[in-house]
């Protein structure tokens, strides 16, 4: 009995599929793209500004008790005075002023480390350049308040007593820096040297280092992704397809061509394709020739 054609045109051989046509191949899966995360408040140049002004003021203002700590651990120098506001030192090669000089470059350098660990932990929207440059210039002039307050310790009594004492009486100088101080450049620049510039260099090492192993390619911390992003699509070993950004919930339609792969959403699996037609045998190898028999006669050459 025929067949009914169900085609509008009428042509049915264009329209019959052979069963020895193999199935076509579905395109492959395109996994759904990751949310990217929302762009972060625009700065302004004003309070960017304002925040780093204050916060170099409160680290040049920590400068006092880091002062106070260094005339409390440095030595004073015992001296000799030889006249009027003059006096020399008591001994050949004391070793006060060498250790007054250390303890500054050690708690300096200690105070750029822990100032800079604070600001790139307390001010996380303000990390980079406008950080490092914070940090540095808060460092100096914690410096310059820390060496300023410490020497002033007891340096008036040590004046009252070197103009007063009569010549040979021996004193206690406070301590002082050595190694570092200001210098007048052109007689009216004045720049820091020395030790004096440890505390912004300590800044400046420990904050460049934590921009350099930070997570985060802006240095601010970023909305960490789910987790379930991380699946592979489908079509890969161990894939599941994931629904779309905008699909409610349901289902997704499972599709074939990915033979062993999940790719239905909640348990959905496709089927690999299947073919009516016999797989063909592999032709047989053609056979080496026979060697020739012994003593049989050479064919002519030539």
């Not at 051989?13 to 949310?35: F, G, I, K, M, N």
């Not at 700065?43 to 916060?55: K, S, V, Y």
């Not at 802006?218 to 991380?230: C, G």
Request: proline share 18%; hydrophobic share 45%; net charge neutral.
């Amino acid at each position: 009995m025929a067949t009914p054609c169900a085609a509008s045109d009428g042509n049915c051989e264009d329209h019959r599929v052979s069963p020895e046509t193999p199935a076509a191949e579905p395109p492959a899966p395109v996994p759904p793209a990751v949310p990217q995360p929302p762009p972060g408040p625009p700065r302004r140049p004003a309070r960017t500004l304002r925040f780093g002004a204050l916060t170099a003021l409160v680290m040049g203002l920590l400068g006092v008790p880091l002062g106070l700590l260094w005339a409390a651990l440095a030595p004073a120098t015992p001296v000799i005075k030889s006249a009027p506001g003059q006096a020399v030192y008591g001994q050949a090669q004391p070793e006060q002023p060498i250790a007054a000089d250390g303890w500054f470059s050690l708690l300096g350098l200690g105070f750029g480390v822990l100032a800079a660990l604070v600001v790139w932990l307390v001010l996380r929207h303000y990390r980079g350049p406008v950080g490092l440059v914070v940090v540095v210039t808060g460092g100096l002039a914690a410096a310059l308040v820390a060496w300023q307050v410490g020497r002033r310790i007891g340096l008036g009594g040590y004046e009252r007593l070197l103009e007063g004492a009569p010549d040979g009486t021996r004193l206690a100088k406070p301590a002082d820096l050595r190694a570092g101080g200001i210098e007048m450049v052109l007689g009216v620049l004045p720049v820091p040297h020395g030790n004096l510039l440890l505390p912004a260099f300590g800044a400046a090492v420990a904050y460049t280092l934590l921009a350099g192993w930070s997570r985060w390619p802006s240095l601010r911390p970023e909305p960490e992704p789910d987790p379930a992003w991380f699946v592979p699509p489908a079509g890969f070993p161990g894939g599941v397809a994931r629904p779309p950004l905008d699909h409610p919930g349901g289902p997704v339609p499972p599709s074939a061509g990915h033979p062993g792969g999940t790719v239905g959403y909640l348990g959905g699996t496709a089927q690999p394709p299947v073919s009516s037609e016999s797989a063909a045998p592999w032709p047989a190898p053609p056979a080496a020739p026979a060697p020739p028999a012994p003593g049989a006669a050479e064919p002519p050459r030539g």
